[in-house]
């Protein structure tokens, strides 16, 4: 399962250039542009130990989208 972030339709989107949010310690997040990313969650049996990370990662997108 993946689960796609994007930050909406007020920011220009551009393939090419690099993302500016920077609270993903774990490199969790595949980019797909400066504003699109998608996070793919992991198995059942890695989920447990990844949650935490995975809640914050979500939260500080929120927070910053």
Known sequence: ?????????E?????DARPTFSDDPERL????SDIRA???????TERAGKRDVIIAV????????
């Open 1 to 9: 399962m993946r689960l796609i972030l994007h930050f909406g339709t």
């Open 11 to 15: 920011r220009a989107e551009d393939k």
């Open 29 to 32: 997040l595949t980019w797909h």
């Open 38 to 44: 998608s996070l793919a969650l992991p198995e059942a």
């Open 58 to 65: 979500i939260r500080a997108w929120l927070a910053e989208g």
